[in-house]
Nanobody, 130 residues
Framework: QVRLVESGGGLVQAGGSLRLSCTASGLTFDDYAMGWFRQAPGKEREGVACISWNGGNTYYSDSVKGRFTISRDNAKNTLYLQMNSLKPDDTAMYYC???????????????????????WGQGTQVTVSS
């Protein structure tokens, strides 16, 4: 049974930082590319960042590029999202997800299609106050 558990969310002031973690079990972690998504109340789920199985290929949405960094530690079966210069617009539930592919070519307009991600965590809340 695949299980993805996010942690590290919380309340932070604008301009602050948080690091999210996602620990995976029930799968061979380095067989999967991984992604982070977020969903704010009343808004559609949005892809934030993704990373190939070995960390060699990453992609970021325009809304977080230059502020967020995705990384992974395959020895610990853990995915990370370092979030810096946080803004109130970053307030959302953040989810990690496992891609069905090990490596994927991320075009300039990669849209994080849900069909690419069969496994999801339960989410961790991030709230950024102004």
């Amino acid at each position: 049974q695949v299980r993805l558990v996010e942690s590290g969310g919380g309340l932070v002031q604008a301009g602050g930082s948080l690091r999210l973690s996602c620990t995976a079990s029930g799968l061979t972690f380095d067989d999967y590319a991984m992604g982070w998504f977020r969903q704010a109340p009343g808004k559609e789920r949005e892809g934030v960042a993704c990373i190939s199985w070995n960390g060699g290929n990453t992609y970021y949405s325009d809304s977080v590029k230059g502020r967020f960094t995705i990384s992974r530690d395959n020895a610990k079966n853990t995915l990370y999202l370092q979030m810096n210069s946080l803004k109130p617009d970053d307030t959302a539930m953040y989810y990690c997800a496992a891609d069905r592919a090990k490596w994927r070519y991320y075009s300039d307009n990669y849209s994080f299609p849900p069909a690419d991600f069969p496994y999801w965590g339960q989410g961790t809340q991030v709230t950024v106050s102004s």
